[in-house]
């Protein structure tokens, strides 16, 4: 069966190309990365496929190519002539047709458009449904498999569709497995699947030809940082007032309580809480109010560069305050100091005031470091006792990128520190940024592996080898055996030897890893993406 002659059949548009008239054919098959594409070679006697023949071929045809042996000649692609080129001598003719499958249709449209709390899956439908035109059901069975990721708010301006489902796949997880591929299969219908959930049903035991083994530590990264969107804020509820509606860790050298007198609304923003932290001082002209944290950071990306708070001030009698400072204390002994002197605002009005952590405005007594701030303590001095009172409200540390750091320590052993850096202002959450590392340091951990086989001889009967499957691949010599992933499938026939070889370009891959094969190469792709801009 396998040693029989190669049979293929094609047409374009109403037109059926005899096979001798094919001089060579190749089909080359991607996924995720890359839609399959053709390229024929012709022969073009008497004007046959040209403008005016009998059969004339032109680009926007669609048109279909098979390929197999004997009886069993099954559909490789679903293709669209993108390209024609004439080539002729006095005695001969021909024609080139290349194109790709409908995969094409990923690329003509751009989108404008938000998505909030959708998960993975619906995302890919509305794009297959509402820009592509692409059917992603086959005899009643969903091609778009369910992801478990859900996206808080993914945000387009002008973003070609390919670009949307390549960052869906890489960063969607199905039961704790980072990545989907996807692919248009051969009869045009888009598929979405988790990552080596395929299986070939071909076998190439003792079929291949010719192999080659590549295993490279170039590539390796072990200690991964991932920088998500510099939305991060502290704390999170929807007031901005969970440091400021309760007792709890507040400390003062006076009388401390919760007083009903708080700021309410803040432009459009309304508040629906119902306090602010009052403190008095009735003995003396200076008063403060401390606020003991868990250690927050604030320096580097994944550290807080923004303190806003609101503050209201009264004193006994007309007067002003002759000092007025934040501290934020490392410990009591080590603490950063700013002067809010001229923030302040006219006594008995709420005032809003925002202090950037990354700027050279404070002065350190002791050693303080931005890395660990265990408290913030409000001061305001006045020239004398005049039962001083202040109130705080709404405090928030923000600006701060979402992060997560991963490392391997065997790899770091084994192939020393090698580190690598990635922000994606599509990572809303910490947890995101988390799986990302994860999916980042699982792939570049180790040594890449690639194969690439070649041969005459592999029998796929009615099932072709596709991108994406996982098949596996026996090399004693190389003391290979294990399961690869397809990359690419390449179909090459030629008419004057009469073969059929088949190019697998094969990848090992580990759990959790999501396709970021060109992370290290300077992104282009989220030039393109819309990111809101930060009021501040």
């Known amino acids: 069966m396998s040693g029989e002659i190669p049979v293929i059949t094609v047409a374009f548009g109403a037109y059926g190309i005899p096979q001798g008239d094919v001089i060579e054919c190749r089909v080359h098959l991607g996924c995720t990365k890359e839609v399959s594409s053709f390229e024929l070679l012709l022969q073009n006697w008497d004007k046959k496929y040209s403008p005016g023949g009998i059969y004339p071929i032109s680009v926007g045809m669609d048109g279909h190519i098979d390929i197999g042996r004997g009886n069993n000649v099954p559909q490789i692609i679903t293709c669209r002539v993108e390209a024609v080129k004439y080539e002729s001598t006095p005695t001969e003719n021909y024609l080139r047709v290349s194109g790709r499958c409908w995969g094409e249709r990923l690329f003509r449209r751009v989108v404008t458009k938000t998505y909030a709390n959708k998960k993975g899956e619906e995302i890919i439908k509305d794009l297959l449904d509402y820009y592509v035109g692409l059917s992603h059901n086959r005899g009643g069975t969903e091609l778009v498999e369910a992801t478990d990721t859900t996206y808080v708010k993914l945000e387009y301006e002008n973003t070609p569709v390919f670009d949307i489902i390549r960052y869906i796949a890489g960063s969607s997880d199905k039961q704790g497995v980072i990545g989907f591929d996807f692919r248009v299969a051969p009869d045009g219908k888009f598929e979405f699947f988790p990552r080596m959930s395929k299986t070939s049903a071909v076998s190439?035991?003792?079929?291949?030809?010719?192999?080659?083994?590549?295993?490279?530590?170039?590539?390796?990264?072990?200690?991964?940082?991932v920088y998500g969107a510099a939305e991060k804020s502290f704390p999170t509820d929807a007031d901005e007032d969970g440091l400021t509606e309760s007792l709890s860790y507040w400390t003062s050298n006076g009388s401390l309580s919760l007083d009903s007198m708080h700021v309410i609304e803040d432009g459009q923003t309304k508040y629906t809480d119902s306090y602010s932290i009052c403190t008095t001082n009735t003995g003396g002209n200076e008063v403060w109010a401390h606020r003991a944290l868990t250690p927050v950071k604030l320096k580097d990306q994944d550290g807080f560069k923004q303190i806003r708070f609101w503050l209201h001030w009264t004193r006994y009698e007309s007067g002003t305050p002759s000092a007025a400072k934040v501290?934020?204390?490392?410990?009591?002994?080590?603490?950063?100091?700013?002067?809010?002197?001229?923030?302040?605002?006219?006594?008995?009005?709420?005032?809003?005031?925002?202090?950037?952590?990354?700027?050279?405005?404070?002065?350190?007594?002791?050693?303080?470091?931005?890395?660990?701030?265990?408290?913030?303590?409000?001061?305001?001095?006045?020239?004398?006792?005049?039962?001083?009172?202040?109130?705080?409200?709404?405090?928030?540390f923000s600006d701060c990128r979402y992060a997560a750091m991963q490392e391997d320590a065997n790899s770091q052993n084994s192939y020393g520190l090698r580190e690598l850096t990635e922000t994606d202002e599509e990572l809303k959450s910490d947890n995101e940024c988390l799986l990302r590392a994860k999916a980042l340091l699982d792939y570049y951990k180790n040594p890449a592996e690639y194969l690439t086989?070649?041969?005459?001889?592999?029998?796929?009967?009615?099932?072709?080898?596709?991108?994406?499957?996982?098949?596996?691949?026996?090399?004693?010599?190389?003391?290979?055996?294990?399961?690869?992933?397809?990359?690419?499938?390449?179909?090459?026939?030629?008419?004057?030897?009469?073969?059929?070889?088949?190019?697998?370009?094969?990848?090992?891959?580990?759990?959790?890893?999501?396709?970021?094969?060109?992370?290290l190469r300077s992104k282009t792709e989220s030039l393109s993406r819309y990111k809101a801009a930060r009021l501040v």
């Open 204 to 225: 190439v035991s003792e079929k291949i030809e010719k192999s080659e083994y590549r295993k490279d530590i170039h590539r390796i990264r072990n200690k991964i940082y």
């Open 327 to 396: 501290r934020l204390y490392t410990n009591e002994s080590n603490y950063f100091e700013a002067d809010i002197l001229p923030l302040l605002g006219p006594q008995a009005q709420w005032q809003k005031i925002t202090l950037r952590t990354d700027q050279p405005t404070w002065t350190a007594t002791g050693s303080p470091t931005m890395e660990s701030i265990n408290g913030i303590r409000f001061i305001i001095t006045h020239p004398i006792a005049c039962l001083p009172v202040i109130r705080i409200d709404h405090l928030l």
């Open 453 to 519: 086989v070649k041969s005459t001889v592999i029998n796929y009967e009615n099932t072709p080898l596709l991108p994406g499957d996982k098949i596996h691949v026996t090399l004693p010599n190389e003391n290979i055996d294990a399961d690869f992933r397809i990359e690419s499938v390449e179909y090459h026939i030629d008419a004057k030897t009469q073969t059929l070889e088949i190019t697998l370009e094969l990848g090992r891959e580990t759990p959790l890893l999501a396709d970021y094969l060109y992370a």
